[in-house]
């Protein structure tokens, strides 16, 4: 990372094209410097203002104008709660099959209401569902990555178990002829 001096050259602060064209030292000696919002650098940039700009592999990734700092569009984001949804719905798909697997060699005549229709096909859907939103819900708001295993194992769960008595509920009724 280097931090270069620059002199801006144009802005924009439109809803679609919010950029600043900066002059600086060779071979940054015209760059366009994209952001996502106008922030409390870009909104005040004039034609001639100096501006620090930090520079991370050729791009520059964060502005600086007096105590005032702005990141581009470009900076590198750490966003892993979507890793972490990714990897917690193989890990959870990874535990539905070893159970429904477990229960089909153990009991391979009789697996009782562990079988794929509907108990496991309606557990892959939620956990996939589950952790598609939970993800994404993490991300937009910010919050870590830990409570995207957490949350959605705690779905899981709790859907099984809900599962699971609705569907002995329903074997009961259908061995007692007399309930309709």
Known sequence: ???LTFTVQATSTTRRKMRATLLG??????????????GPVLSELG??????????????VEVAHGDDR????DAPRDEPQMAGAVGTFAGLTA?????FGAIRLARPRDPGLFVWRPYGKVLLIVTEASCAVVGLATVW???PWVLVPAIC???????????HQDLRRGAARQDRPDVA
């Not at 030292?25 to 106008?38: H, K, M, Q, Y």
């Not at 194992?153 to 599962?163: D, R």
């Open 1 to 3: 990372m280097r931090h």
């Open 25 to 38: 030292p060779r071979p940054l000696s015209r760059v366009v410097v994209a952001f996502g919002d106008r």
């Open 47 to 60: 034609k001639g203002d100096r501006i620090t700009g930090t520079v991370w592999r050729g791009v520059v």
């Open 70 to 73: 702005q990141t581009s569009a």
């Open 95 to 99: 535990g539905l099959a070893l159970v």
């Open 141 to 143: 708001a910010g919050l």
């Open 153 to 163: 194992g705690t779905v899981l769960i709790g859907t099984a178990w809900f599962l």
